[in-house]
């Protein structure tokens, strides 16, 4: 398992991430995953014997219940608090007052504390805003991340869901001001959904944030098992919750692609569906989640996979956006003036 530093800080994370949602299973999060504390034990223990130091959640995730499972699978699994980079995420609805939501001053503070008191802990390595708060200024929402820092309460902020002109007016505020700077974005990216290519790429690269990608396997929709007709296993998560929405003949045929390459490499698609976005240079950790131990031991195969330059080729050209101005506008004018 190979680490990365996390956008411009000096934090090392693992390229796989373990994400958290499938634990709980309470309110709408049934969907997603149901599982109890001694399911969630086992998986996180053998996340961390196989090199993931990386873990995530939310607090809405399971109605604040994911946390506390967490919180108690690290205590479980035996490690120092120090060996698990810990990272959670505010911003929806935890309860029926209006201020029990967003990204406000007011409820950051609040959810900071009932998620450090749930998951057990007296700091959270990365804390991040869950999506864009359209009714509090971006100023606020980081100055009030500044203050978590300097309070101790967490030690790296990050943002989620965020557009590339939101990410930018952050990193410039915290610039300017001396405050905490976003070190990282948690954003939607797969072989069958490559929109961030287009502007929030770039900009990350630019200005060394850190990407980190959840549901990489669009919902389970790149796992090879669902065909083109809209068949799939029974039970499955695409079948009670169809999210994320996807371009479907574009994602089979990333997905007939990779079943060539993973029969020629003795993978299995999953794996070289986690293995495409590893290669990627802008990304820094995958997220996984996994509802059993062979779930999650397939996925953490990926990192074995070397897939090619041909390979990459292959996969970039049956998954590629199609043209939207101004991109390909801007590709036309820089003809010539790109360094080597």
Known sequence: MRT????????LVSELC???MTFGGKGFWTAIGQLDQSVADGIVARALDAGINFIDTADVYSEGLSEEITGRAIVNSGR??????????ALGAVGPGPNDRGASRGHIMDAVKASLKRLGTDYIDLYQIHGFDPLTPVEETVRALDDLVRQGHVRYVGVSNWAAWQ????VGLADAKGWARVASLQAYYTIAGRDLEREIAPLLQAEGVGLMVWSPLAGGLLSGKYQRDGSGPDGSRRASFDFPPVNRDRA?????????????KSASVPQIALAY???KPFVTSVIIGAKSADQLADNLGAVAIDLSTEDMATLDAVSALPPEYPGWMLERQSEGRRAG
């Not at 990365?4 to 934090?11: A, I």
């Not at 060996?83 to 995420?89: E, I, P, R, S």
């Not at 990410?167 to 952050?170: T, Y």
Request: charged share 30%; aromatic share 2%; proline share 0%.
């Open 4 to 11: 990365k530093t996390l956008g411009r800080t000096g934090l």
């Open 18 to 20: 373990l994400g958290t």
């Open 80 to 89: 120092k608090r120090s060996d698990v980079v810990l990272a959670t995420k």
């Open 167 to 170: 990410i930018m007016k952050a």
């Open 252 to 264: 089979f045929d990333a997905v007939d692609a990779m079943r060539a390459i993973a029969e020629a």
């Open 277 to 279: 976005l590893l290669k």
